[in-house]
Nanobody, 115 residues
């Protein structure tokens, strides 16, 4: 079983920065995908960024502003969010996708960007 504990988030002004972190406990293999999704009010949950060995993916809307990083030894994934925009507002969820496409989710952390 995998458990995810998120930290960070909060309130920022447009143009500001926030950092999210997620610690995973349980059996985490380096080949698992770790990443972040977000869900804005009234919208579907969407991928923000994810990372596996040798590959990083970003949503077009955050590329160049957000940076995902992963500590394989500590089973942690972080998301540095710079140049924040009001449209980045939402609940951000840490995600681990195990082999067989089994997904684990964190409890979510609120990010609010004011204009």
């Amino acid at each position: 079983q995998v458990q995810l504990t998120e930290s960070g988030g909060g309130l920022a002004q447009a143009g500001g920065s926030l950092r999210l972190s997620c610690a995973a406990s349980g059996s985490i293999f380096s080949g698992y995908t770790m990443g972040w999704y977000r869900q804005a009010p009234g919208k579907q949950r969407e991928l923000v960024a994810n990372i596996i060995p040798g590959s990083i993916s970003y949503a077009d809307s955050v590329r160049g502003r957000f940076t995902i990083s992963r500590d394989y030894a500590k089973n942690m994934v972080s998301l540095q969010m710079n140049s924040l925009k009001p449209e980045d507002t939402g609940v951000y969820y840490c995600n681990v996708q195990a082999f067989g496409a089994k997904n684990y989710w964190g409890q979510g952390t609120q990010v609010t960007v004011s204009s």
